[in-house]
């Protein structure tokens, strides 16, 4: 699914063998093909366009943008803090408007990982901006996971809703001495959800949130960006 293609140009009569082309200028299908034809063809052609991007092993595409929600619980509070020892993967603003909170997204292809790293950077008031690392990798159960820190990850599923591009946590596992320890429900700080939407003006939103099954809404972050490098 989701296959590239390659051009030709040959000559039979000189048994001139054929010659593929240029890899710059065939797409990066591996988020496609996460996805049933149906959804992929839902999603808005910029949407598309922008996860179907290739670039080589070093290169970088750079989105900027602002903050314009950013929210928590208490509990959600707690967690972003305790989520501190493993690197800080979630977003430690907690306050329900953020105007003029700017922030920018960095997507790097790795080659040794056969995958890619993202580096956000979040705007506070005060202090340093908050550095996010993760690492986004072609592998597992589910064909996609994602690294945050300290071998704690998450298996995510892609799919289509409502015209956007929509990653939603499976489950939450930890690598130790080379092995792969699947987190039980109980241990885990609920569903992640990780939703990218077209707007306007070659914008898009990123809205992260975490669900727990009994304490419901725990994180709630959306942010604006346009691409602004690549």
């Not at 991007?53 to 305790?82: D, F, P």
């Not at 306050?95 to 700017?102: I, T, Y």
């Not at 979040?122 to 996010?132: N, T």
């Not at 429900?185 to 959800?193: E, N, S």
């Given at each position: 699914?989701g296959s ?14 054929p010659k593929a082309?240029p890899?710059s ?17 839902s999603?808005p ?12 092993s ?18 959600g ?5 305790a989520?501190?020892?493993?690197g ?30 993202w ?17 986004k990798?072609f ?7 994602e690294y ?9 599923t892609?799919y289509?809703r ?18 792969r ?10 569903t ?12 898009f ?8 099954p ?11 960006f346009r691409?602004?490098?690549?």
């Amino acid at each position: 699914m989701g296959s590239s293609a390659i051009a030709f140009e040959a000559a039979p009569s000189l048994g001139i063998a054929p010659k593929a082309a240029p890899t710059s200028e065939l797409g990066d299908f591996r988020f496609r093909a996460l996805m049933t034809e149906t959804d992929w063809a839902s999603l808005p052609l910029a949407i598309r366009r922008r996860f179907s991007k290739r670039l080589t092993s070093g290169q970088s595409v750079v989105y900027a943008g602002e903050i314009l929600e950013a929210r928590m619980s208490r509990v959600g509070w707690c967690l972003a803090q305790a989520a501190r020892l493993i690197g800080g993967p979630l977003p430690l603003t907690r306050s329900p408007r953020s105007p003029n909170a700017h922030a920018a997204s960095v997507v790097t292809v790795t080659g040794g990982m056969g995958g890619q790293i993202w580096t956000r950077l979040y705007a506070r008031r005060s202090g340093f901006p908050q550095v996010i690392h993760s690492s986004k990798r072609f592998a597992g159960p589910t064909g996609l996971e994602e690294y945050v820190g300290c071998g704690v990850g998450m298996a995510l599923t892609v799919y289509a809703r409502d015209g956007a591009l929509v990653f939603r946590s499976k489950h939450y596992f930890v690598q130790l001495f080379g092995r792969r320890l699947v987190l039980p429900a109980w241990l885990t700080p609920g569903t992640l959800y990780v939703t990218h939407a077209d707007l306007p003006d070659g914008k898009f939103s990123f809205t992260l949130q975490i669900f727990h099954p009994r304490l419901g809404l725990l994180i709630r972050q959306m942010a604006v960006f346009r691409e602004a490098a690549s």
